[in-house]
């Protein structure tokens, strides 16, 4: 069992879904422990990183703002309850990611061969803020929830490399390079990126 399992989160019924499945698991001898959960959602709509961060005092929905991460733009989830129950249980965190920090994570992600949805970006945000904090350890084994692809989301991916995305620093834009259409010139602008002079 891991030590933590990162979760993007909308509507919530993923994050409780993960605690049953591994309570079951703990119930039924298959593991010794559930691990703590995280559940990750985007700035732009956040109302459980609100709630969470009131102790759990004052749960208001809102009007969701644009973000990204459109599967979890959601201001008023209807698993609310169930993820306070999945969050309470695993001493569980929320945390959040602006724009610019899940389209960094994004183009990161992409970066090892990965091609993460924006969904995936706030999950692995969340993990680089909780790694920065010291509250998920060097060696603590950790698991990001990657729950779409990223070819549902070229366009957001072309702005991001483009540095076409409005008040954005874009720091790990990827932009693509003209070559003729030759293979010698295609293997100099590999060798001139492999050796770092792109």
């Not at 008023?76 to 695993?90: W, Y």
């Not at 091609?115 to 680089?128: D, I, K, N, R, S």
């Not at 990827?174 to 010139?185: L, T």
Request: charged share 20%; aromatic share 8%; hydrophobic share 40%.
């Amino acid at each position: 069992v891991p030590d933590w399992v990162i979760i993007p989160g909308g509507n919530l019924g993923n994050i409780y879904a993960f605690y049953k499945g591994f309570e079951m698991c703990r119930v039924l001898g298959l593991v010794d422990r559930v691990p703590r959960l995280v559940c990750a959602q985007a700035a732009n709509a956040n109302p459980l990183y609100r709630y969470y961060k009131s102790g759990w005092t004052d749960f208001q929905s809102l009007v969701a703002g644009t973000t990204f991460a459109s599967a979890i733009q959601i201001g008023d989830p209807v698993s609310i309850d169930r993820a306070v129950v999945a969050l309470k249980a695993t001493d569980g965190i929320v945390e959040e990611a602006t724009e610019e920090e899940l389209m960094d994570a994004t183009a990161l992600a992409d970066l090892t061969g990965m091609f993460a949805c924006p969904h995936t970006g706030v999950a692995l945000a969340a993990l680089f803020k909780l790694r920065d904090q010291g509250i998920i350890g060097t060696n603590d084994r950790t698991v990001v929830v990657s729950t779409a692809h990223g070819l549902k989301f070229t366009q957001s991916k072309i702005d991001y490399h483009d540095k076409n995305i409005k008040d954005m620093l874009c720091q790990y834009a990827n932009p693509p390079i003209s070559v003729k259409p030759d293979f010698g010139s295609v293997m100099d602008v590999l060798q001139k990126k492999l050796n770092g002079k792109i």
